[in-house]
């Protein structure tokens, strides 16, 4: 019971670390909706670069990665590289850079008020909001199924699977009501601190447990000797360039991320962690993911429903080092939530709210709103939680993430025609969203299931073929629509020549 | 002359940075080494590709914000001028 105490003490003292950081931003933060949700666009490189870099890791960096490690081999860190270092770099580039400047010039908070805005529609403002609400609702539920079974893995059951979720549930409603996004940001920035470092020493510990690198690396080769070279299994070329292309895709509508790209202090900020980008993804992942593969190598066997990475730990590290790692997972998890929470609450109360419920609602009144949305959000994603999760199948991790980012890169190519090309109509934005989304939505749900929908088509996933598809229809229809006169091409910077 | 000049070395510096993030693109992962398991200072070969090709694809991303890439196609002018 002793490990038990060394356990929950690291964890209650960091979530504490974490609320005291939360308090100090809230005595900073004044009740306007641009500084709450924005940080009033004052935040700095290294803060940028953290806050974006946490929010965009999840559970996913250290329970399900490492597992699709551990089952299909190393070669995932290629992924990332492909997803996070280059391709979303550009994206902040195209999108980012894009948006921060429009934001700047016309006081945008939200992706749905900025289109919205730019194509005289609040219907397009609707229903940017309304999906990117759809699929933020699993995301978030993902994130506390995972902070509920690290707790149980790293209580070994002590704290039953609801108390966990319920914990970190509470927690975080309360210091996201309170602070803000520049509580949001200082707290992610010291999470992804920890992380880094957390995962680096995990590294360290084991290679020196283990004989070294060489040797672990091996014995991988010697367990399952398709891991060390590159493809075979699950890696087709196929699947790599898929899941990078649309998660990487994803991930630039995702609400808490593309909310950042209107955060930016300056465009220094933004070309110093364009820069840094291929670096941290390097830093992160393959720590975190070798580990996974190394396992394999040293018989690490994974019981069905459990994580690869705290068995790992408990066999080679101490057991308080095991629990710092959980608490860098649940670090991880929680700065995800956070910020989803956050931007999940500016997406309703602003664009689904105002526009539709109380046009002439005080701004009083739209911050109480998004508090008790965040409350609100995040208890029923709980319940919903309570429903799926707990015990068996972690794979449902991956598997809803998957489709979360795949049901986000549905909106990015609509988006970046918004941005570049000036003949984009309103009506060519709705039918090309709507479009993707009626095909990828049941996709997402039943492929491979039903006879008439399968998970790929000429062996290329179906996310990729539903992101085609809202580009023809949204060039399509912009094409034989022509804009309405509220709609404002110059306010992207794409007027007539 | 001068404008005409100027215009051509943009056009050839925006086709450069295309091609160079075409190519970051395009061996991000290191196809050639497909199927590959040789073993290098206790890592697989394709593991130090990606570590290269990342502090590359860093040193890339930098000199294209440092050097005119930058505003390059987003036309920030215009924006700014409302």
Same mark, same amino acid.
């Given at each position: ?11 209650? $003292? ?5 609320? #005291? ?11 306007? &909706? ?7 666009? *004052?935040?700095?490189? %290294? ?5 974006? @870099? ?7 960096? @250290? ?48 992706? $749905?008020?900025?289109? $919205? ?29 995972? &902070? ?17 979720? #319920? ?9 996201? &009501?309170? *602070? ?21 020493? +995990?590294?360290?510990?084991?290679? *020196? ?6 040797? /672990?690396? #091996? ?6 000797? =398709?891991?060390?070279?590159? $493809? ?11 899941? !990078? ?8 509508? @995702? ?76 670090? +991880? ?28 609602? *005080? ?12 409350? %609100? ?31 986000? !890169? ?7 025609? !918004? ?15 709507? +479009? #993707? ?31 085609? %598809? ?16 509220? =709609? ?10 | ?14 086709? /450069?940075?295309?091609?160079?993030? +075409? ?15 040789? %073993? ?43």
């Amino acid at each position: 019971m002793a490990e038990l105490g060394t356990s929950l003490g690291i964890v209650v $003292g960091y979530l504490a670390i974490t609320l #005291a950081v939360g308090l100090v931003a809230y005595r900073l933060t004044d009740r306007s &909706a641009e500084d709450y949700y924005l940080a009033s666009r *004052s935040v700095g490189t %290294v803060v940028l670069l953290f806050t974006t @870099f946490a929010t965009l890791l999840s559970a996913f960096t @250290f329970f399900g990665g490492p597992n699709l490690a551990f089952s299909a081999g190393p070669e995932w860190i290629l992924v990332m590289g492909l997803m996070d270092g280059i391709l979303f770099a550009l994206l902040w580039y195209a999108i980012g850079y894009k948006q921060w400047l429009v934001g700047k010039a016309h006081g945008y908070v939200t992706l $749905g008020e900025m289109l $919205g805005d730019r194509f005289g529609s609040t219907g397009l403002r609707g229903l940017v909001a309304g999906v990117s609400l759809l699929w933020l609702f699993p995301y978030v539920m993902l994130q506390q199924i995972g &902070a509920g079974q690290a707790l149980v893995g790293l209580t070994d059951g002590a704290v039953p699977y609801w108390a966990g979720a #319920a914990m970190i549930t509470v927690f975080m409603v309360a210091y996201v &009501a309170l *602070s803000g996004l520049r509580g949001v940001a200082w707290t992610d920035t010291l999470q992804g601190v920890f992380m880094l470092g957390v995962v680096w020493l +995990a590294v360290a510990w084991v290679a *020196s447990a283990a004989g070294g690198v060489s040797a /672990l690396t #091996a014995g991988m080769a010697q367990a399952n000797p =398709e891991f060390a070279s590159l $493809g075979g299994g699950l890696y087709s070329p196929q699947w790599m360039i898929g899941t !990078a292309v649309v998660i990487a895709f994803g991930v630039a509508a @995702f609400p808490q991320v593309n909310q950042r790209f209107f955060m930016a202090d300056r465009a220094e900020t933004l070309k110093r962690s364009f820069a840094l980008w291929p670096v941290l993804v390097l830093l992160l992942f393959v720590p975190a993911f070798l580990l996974g593969s190394w396992a394999v190598g040293l018989g690490i066997t994974v019981p069905d429903g459990s994580n690869v990475l705290p068995i790992l730990l408990n066999e080679y590290t101490p057991a308080w080092f095991a629990a710092l790692v959980v608490a860098g997972a649940l670090a +991880a998890m929680m700065s995800s939530s956070d910020s989803m929470l956050l931007s999940g609450s500016s997406y309703f109360t602003r664009d689904l709210y105002r526009p539709f419920v109380a046009p002439d609602a *005080s701004d009083a009144r739209e911050g109480w709103i998004a508090r008790v949305g965040v409350a %609100v959000f995040a208890a029923s994603t709980f319940v919903a939680s309570l429903l799926v999760g707990g015990g068996g199948g972690l794979d449902v991790l991956v598997t809803l993430g998957d489709t979360a980012f795949g049901g986000y !890169a549905q909106l990015t190519i609509p988006l970046l025609l !918004a941005l570049y090309w000036a003949r984009t109509t309103k009506w060519g934005m709705v039918a090309g969203i709507a +479009a #993707a989304e009626a095909v990828y939505i049941p996709h997402a749900l039943f492929a491979g299931d039903v006879a008439f929908l399968s998970t790929t088509y000429l062996t290329w996933d179906y996310a990729l073929w539903c992101m085609l %598809v809202s580009l023809v229809v949204t060039v399509g229809v912009s094409l034989v629509t022509t804009a309405a006169p509220a =709609e404002n091409a110059e306010k992207f910077g794409v007027g007539a020549d | 002359m001068n404008y005409y000049h100027g215009v051509m070395t943009r056009n050839r510096s925006d086709l /450069l940075w295309i091609l160079a993030f +075409a190519a970051l693109v395009a061996f991000a992962i290191p196809w050639f080494l497909w199927g590959d398991a040789t %073993v290098v200072a206790g890592l697989p070969l394709w593991l130090w590709w990606h570590v290269g090709w990342m502090a590359l694809a860093s040193v890339a991303f930098y000199a294209f914000a440092r050097t005119g890439g930058w505003d390059r196609g987003v036309d920030a002018g215009v924006i700014r001028r409302g």
